[in-house]
């Protein structure tokens, strides 16, 4: 998998729009980039995936260059109860994956 | 629908005792399942996955072990536990239309080695 660098923490407060960039460098042409989120003690949850442009669903919009050497996970007007770690994965579709999760950005929403 | 069933919920188990933890899967079929850990405070480490029936790769050496008897079914065990064995620790299975990356996650044990 290719190894992805995020931002450790970010801080935001409730009703404002946050983007979480992810940075992938040496991401292949078959690997999808995906974006999961993990409250304390539970699983993390897939939020979305995407290829390439933008991705929008019910939870958040993906933002990829052309270059796909980047993405940025969007969550518009944050709640206190978007508080959570994200963390940004690439890889394959295809056959397996390893699914290695690197540290994740730790976004902390405030009133 | 998707379902993966993780037990127990919370686990206290003394220094040296056996360990086993089980993950079924339901909704899909040949799934690749995964058994991470998570310290507290910590990211996600892979522990083992498993893209079919008795087929194990191992990504960190340590006292623990994982089985798959069965397509749905995914083991984690030890023999003697370690104090460092405390963390929570989380199954995960990929499904049936869905791409690989991803992955559906259970509600994790939480270990507790006295």
């Known amino acids: 998998l290719a190894k992805t660098t995020q931002p450790i923490s970010m801080d935001s407060y409730e009703g404002q729009e946050v983007n979480i960039t992810c940075s992938h460098n040496?991401?292949?042409?078959?690997?999808?980039i995906t974006w999961y989120q993990q409250f304390p003690s539970q699983g993390p949850r897939f939020i979305i995936q995407?290829?390439?442009t933008k991705v929008t669903n019910e939870v958040a919009s993906l933002f990829i260059p052309a270059d796909r050497k980047s993405s940025t996970l969007s969550l518009p007007r944050v709640s206190l109860s978007d508080t959570a770690v994200y963390y940004c994965?690439?890889?394959?579709?295809?056959?397996?994956?390893?699914?290695?999760f690197g540290k994740g950005t730790m976004l902390l929403v405030s009133p | 629908s998707q379902t993966i069933h993780q037990w127990p919920a919370t686990l206290v188990q003394p220094v040296g005792s056996p360990l086993s933890l089980e993950c079924t899967v339901e909704?899909?079929?040949?799934?690749?399942l995964y058994w991470y850990r998570q310290a507290a405070g910590r990211g996600l480490q892979l522990l083992f996955y498993?893209?079919?029936?008795?087929?194990i790769s191992s990504e960190v050496p340590q006292n623990l072990s994982a089985s798959r008897p069965q397509d749905r079914q995914f083991i984690l065990s030890s023999k003697k536990l370690l104090l460092s064995d405390s963390g929570f620790y989380l199954c995960a299975s990929t499904w049936e239309g869905r791409t690989n990356t991803e992955a559906f996650f259970g509600q994790g044990t939480r270990l507790t080695v006295v």
């Open positions: 995407g290829y390439k």
């Open positions: 498993s893209v079919g029936i008795g087929q």
């Open positions: 040496n991401i292949a042409t078959n690997d999808y």
């Open positions: 994965l690439v890889g394959d579709e295809s056959g397996y994956s390893t699914l290695t």
């Open positions: 909704g899909t079929s040949n799934p690749n």
